[in-house]
């Protein structure tokens, strides 16, 4: 369709940014080493690396992998930690040697974990110890070769680090027992790395830079290809949108989400890379005093986030009393952000809570709003420039303005495909180049897209559709709700009926309460006919609510 979006472009925001500026993440990462060699880089549990420091460590580990190891250029390299300082060196490392990043969740099960190293073929794995137990259980049954442990203290220095190992192993018992035959410390893959050269790599556009996993939340887990080309462009599309407010060399971002994640990866890790940016790196922050008591250590600019974080860190008392002077951009996205939430976020800290709207598959963002938000709009923004976008039903027909239908999206960020899964692939593209999203979306005429809801978290009421996103955003109004979840059960009646499941702030409140609310703001076949009180909702690892387990139960 007509990019009418582009007239709603922020000033200083181009419809087009260069994908050729860097032959690939590596070249990347060489020039900002080398523009912001003595500006902190990255910064974990208040230990510091420079980029010089982090460009002579990854050069280390890069040629590790080569010369010690002798991995074949293209060779997959899983990393399987949580925000620690071995994370980002590991990362640019194996990237600088010609390597395929597989990103593993940490918390992944023995079959999950089993499943991604057999389908990526990776070759190595670098590992927090904490996890080493559930890589034993599979290890006889992947192809992994190399197994590099390291610990959460193992970067902090003396006698910080040896402390920190001290309480998760001893004190706090985060460790259980593993044994894996021919392990190396990551520090002794630095030392061994040391003893040789890093070789160049000639590394370009269609090369794979990561293997990102889709998670698996319908059937097994995909793992879309991201390449360099994809990557570099998203990053561009991101730093086009954001350059008008930031200053290169001058930014602190909190970097909560986990970096093995495509939305902190892209915006945080990579975008932030490119302007010699601090990352601040919080590796639980699920521990919401913990986290708040590291914000207050940080004259922070930006902070990215889900809907989940935001609302932990505004509902403890303390969080209002940081200084927010600094803040400039608070980004949401991997879920939709309520209105409650972004209300409230812009009353405590004065800066608007953005929202933007990616995949996995897009490298990962596809709309962002515009920084110089004034009020909460319910829409996910702009496509993001040199990105289409296309509405379509389900024949494959372009809707017009304001009828809703599939978000369809076509751009350099866009995946080329899924890692040995040609159906798949074919599946989720349309003939003319577009990738299904599986989002249901509506645009309007000033190109701002509002979405709907996924087409399988649908409710069909009485024939009529109930998206859970519209749902869910008026309980969440209710000062007595914390968190709340949205989904379809069966209904004798209509099919389907609405059921929410809620976690109280207000112990007080009750469902009858809760569902007259509703009526005040819902058309009648909205409100929830059930309502279920929890202590906790199920969430993903990025602290996405899952519906589909609550679905299942």
Wanted: charged residues 20%; glycine residues 8%.
């Amino acid at each position: 369709m007509e990019k009418i979006w582009l007239k709603s472009y922020p000033p200083g925001v181009p419809a087009e940014i260069d994908v050729n500026e860097f032959r690939s993440l590596g070249d990347l990462f060489d020039r900002s080493v080398k523009r912001f060699a003595d500006k902190t880089a990255y910064i974990c549990m208040g230990k510091g690396v420079t980029y010089a420091e982090l460009d002579a460590l990854s050069a280390r580990f890069g040629a590790f992998l080569q010369g010690e190891l002798g991995l074949p250029r293209g060779a997959r390299v899983a990393l399987m930690m949580p925000n620690v300082l071995q994370y980002p060196i590991a990362m640019f490392g194996a990237l600088r040697a010609g390597y395929t990043i597989v990103n593993v969740n940490p918390l992944y099960t023995a079959r999950e974990l089993g499943h991604q190293l057999k389908d990526s073929g990776a070759e190595a794995i670098v590992i927090l110890e904490n996890f080493a137990h559930t890589l034993e259980q599979v290890r006889a049954l992947v192809p992994i070769k190399h197994v590099i442990v390291t610990s959460l203290g193992e970067m902090l220095g003396f006698p910080k680090g040896a402390i920190v190992n001290f309480v998760v192993r001893r004190v706090r018992k985060l460790v259980p027992a593993w044994t894996l035959d021919g392990h190396l410390s990551f520090g002794d893959a630095l030392a061994r790395g040391a003893a040789h050269t890093l070789q160049p790599v000639e590394v370009g556009h269609d090369d794979a830079a990561f293997l990102q996993y889709t998670g698996g939340t319908t059937g097994v887990a995909k793992g879309a290809v991201l390449t360099h080309r994809n990557i570099i462009a998203n990053l561009q599309q991101a730093h086009a949108w954001i350059s008008p407010v930031v200053t290169e060399g001058r930014e602190i971002i909190i970097t909560a989400l986990p970096l093995y994640h495509i939305f902190s990866l892209t915006a945080n890790c990579l975008t932030f890379i490119k302007i010699g940016a601090s990352n601040v790196l919080i590796p639980n922050p699920r521990d919401i005093p913990g986290f708040i008591k590291e914000l207050s250590r940080h004259r922070f600019t930006v902070i990215t986030g889900v809907n989940t974080l935001f609302n932990a860190l505004l509902n403890n008392p303390e969080f209002a009393k940081l200084d927010f002077s600094s803040l400039r951009v608070a980004l949401g996205g991997g879920m939709a952000v309520q209105q409650a939430v972004a209300e409230k976020w812009k009353q405590i800290t004065g800066v608007a809570l953005v929202e933007a709207y990616g995949l996995t598959e897009t490298s990962p963002a596809v709309t962002i709003n515009p920084l110089d938000l004034t009020a909460f709009n319910h829409s996910i923004g702009l496509p993001v420039s040199s990105t289409e976008v296309s509405v379509r039903d389900d024949d494959g027909i372009e809707q017009p303005v304001g009828q809703r239908g599939e978000l369809c999206v076509r751009g350099p960020q866009v995946t080329p495909g899924y890692w040995n899964r040609p159906e798949e692939t074919r599946r989720v593209f349309t003939a003319d180049g577009f990738l299904r999203t599986g989002d249901i979306a509506v645009i309007d005429e000033n190109g701002f897209i509002t979405l709907v809801d996924r087409k399988k978290d649908m409710i069909l009421v009485s024939g009529f559709n109930v998206y859970p996103n519209e749902v869910e955003d008026v309980v969440a109004s209710h000062p007595g709700v914390l968190e709340v979840a949205a989904i379809g059960v069966p209904d004798e009646r209509s099919g389907e009926a609405v059921k929410v499941f809620v976690v109280r702030k207000d112990p007080a409140l009750t469902a009858e309460a809760l569902i007259a609310h509703c009526r005040e703001n819902l058309t009648g076949y909205k409100v929830p006919h059930r309502v279920e009180f929890r202590d906790e909702l199920p969430k993903s690892n990025v602290g996405k609510i899952l519906r589909r387990e609550l679905r299942e139960h």
